[in-house]
Each structure stands twice: as structure tokens, then as C-alpha cells.
């Protein structure tokens, strides 16, 4: 427990989903297993460095065609 403690994005989500402090208290070789659902949930939310620099192209390329419209 003293490594969620000093995590703060694992403190966060075992705050968010208490049934984690349980089930690591009761089992704590399962430390691997939360861990893993963390990183996951961070994947599926944040998007990639791709998708972020595909988006700002194509507000670039928005905005020129703005431009060049005028």
C-alpha cells in the first residue's frame, strides 16, 4: 500500500474505484493487476501522440482554407 500512497494517479483511481482497496488489502499480490487496469484506462482516455498531432493538422488546414477563401 505504501506505493499507492505515494502515486498520486494510482491514490486517484483507488479513490474512484474503493472496491481496489479491498481487493488489495485482502490480496495483495494482485498489486500487478491494478496497476495494469490503471495503464489502460490512461490508453483508452488520453489520446495518442498521432491522434493529437492529426487533429492539429487538421485545424491547420481548416484554418487555411479560411484564409484562403477570404
Same mark, same amino acid.
Do not use: G
Given at each position: ?11 486517484? &483511481? ?6 481496489? &482497496? ?49
Amino acid at each position: 500500500m505504501y506505493q499507492i500512497v505515494n502515486n498520486i494517479e494510482q491514490r486517484d &483511481y483507488i479513490r474512484m474505484y474503493p472496491l481496489w &482497496y479491498k481487493e488489495l488489502n485482502r490480496n495483495p499480490e494482485r498489486y500487478q493487476e491494478f496497476v495494469n487496469e490503471i495503464e489502460t484506462i490512461k490508453k483508452q482516455s488520453q489520446p495518442t501522440r498521432l491522434q493529437k498531432f492529426e487533429k492539429q493538422l487538421n485545424f491547420a488546414q481548416f484554418m487555411l482554407k479560411m484564409i484562403n477563401n477570404k
